[in-house]
Nanobody, 124 residues
Framework: EVHLVESGGGLVQPGGSLRLSCAAS????????MSWFRQAPGKGREWVSG???????IYADSVKGRFTISRDNAKNTLYLQMNSLKPEDTAVYYC??????????????????WGQGTQVTVSS
């Protein structure tokens, strides 16, 4: 069974940094694109970033230049390095597996498995 477990969330001051991790199991991790999504209070789930099988990355405009997605296929782990954090980054962050190994869509429908989420709170 596919299992995704996020960790690394917490409380951080504006301007601070945090690194999220997502431990994956139950599928051939290296074959699939992976994504990070987030959901702020009262808002829908928002796509944040994606990384494909070859390591190419894409980002939402809201996080471009501040966040870095990466993966360690040997460890079956996805990461999100978050720098220069802002209060508006406060959300539950989820990692997600792309539906198929052959294409990627930065949408909810493009992903079939999700982690439980990890809370990131940016506040002084």
């Amino acid at each position: 069974e596919v299992h995704l477990v996020e960790s690394g969330g917490g409380l951080v001051q504006p301007g601070g940094s945090l690194r999220l991790s997502c431990a994956a199991s139950g599928f051939i991790f290296s074959d699939y694109a992976m994504s990070w999504f987030r959901q702020a209070p009262g808002k829908g789930r928002e796509w944040v970033s994606g990384i494909n099988r070859g390591g190419s990355t894409i980002y939402a405009d809201s996080v471009k230049g501040r966040f870095t997605i990466s993966r360690d296929n040997a460890k079956n782990t996805l990461y999100l390095q978050m720098n220069s954090l802002k209060p508006e980054d406060t959300a539950v962050y989820y990692c997600a597996k792309s539906r198929v190994p052959t294409w990627y869509s930065p949408t909810l429908g493009g992903h079939d498995y999700w982690g439980q989420g990890t809370q990131v709170t940016v506040s002084s």
